[in-house]
């Protein structure tokens, strides 16, 4: 497959990926509804970061032990299956009654590193972006390149795609912020996102390879 084509065919697959809803899209939405803009935007920029870091674990062959090794993806699973089940339980038990004003500290709100954070953990304990990264990139590579190398370059590309995507999102919801951002609303979004990451736990705590 020539360069271009090979291109313009990951970049159409990558997009239909990106845009179907899941845990990453609940994430930024949830963000942007109770933080504001700024937190949406901290925790899109983990989101890419976790990718970029399967991208580059991939690259340097890291994401090939765990296609290989039972032990290694069943540490990850587990532990990003856990993460994902306390983040979900605190949300449906300790859902917030107020935003978060991004210029007035309030207790119990998520700070800036905290949002990065989050992204960043809930991809990077997430094996199945490993895997997929393994298993979806190769086959995009033309014949003659490296295979590592480019395929580090699609995860590149898959990123730039997610963040637009996400930018996206961020910029619906704003004219919508005021009437989002009421008590009641941040009261049912947050039992909601914490339903489909505890969701999310558990598909991933029982899937299999």
């Known amino acids: 497959m ?10 159409a697959a990558a997009m239909l990926l990106t845009i179907t809803p899941g845990l990453d ?34 690259a340097f062959g890291l994401g090939v032990v765990l296609t290989a090794s039972a032990l290694a993806y069943a540490i990850v699973k587990w ?8 983040l ?24 800036r590193g905290e949002a990065l954070r989050r992204g960043f953990l809930t991809n ?14 190769p086959q995009f590579v033309p ?6 190398l480019y395929s580090f370059g699609l995860a590149c590309i898959h990123v730039v795609l997610g963040t637009a995507w996400f ?4 910029a619906v919801t704003a004219p ?12 049912i979004l947050d039992r909601m996102t914490g339903g489909i990451f505890v969701a999310f736990g558990v598909k991933l705590a029982l899937s299999a390879r």
């Open 2 to 11: 020539a360069i271009i084509p090979s291109l313009l065919a990951f970049c």
């Open 25 to 58: 899209t609940a994430m930024v939405l949830r963000s942007a509804v109770a933080g504001g803009p700024r937190q949406a935007i901290l925790t899109a920029i983990g989101i890419a970061g976790g990718c970029l870091a399967w991208g580059a674990a991939v």
């Open 79 to 86: 532990a990003g299956a856990a993460y994902l089940l306390w």
């Open 88 to 111: 979900g339980a605190k949300l449906l038990l300790h859902p917030r009654n107020r935003v978060v004003d991004d210029t007035v500290p309030a207790v119990g709100a998520v700070g």
């Open 124 to 137: 990077l304990l997430n094996p199945k972006i490993g895997v997929f990264y393994v298993t979806f990139l």
């Open 143 to 148: 014949h003659g390149y490296d295979v590592a």
């Open 167 to 170: 930018a996206l999102l961020i």
């Open 176 to 187: 919508l912020n005021r009437q989002l951002r009421k008590p009641k609303v941040i009261r």
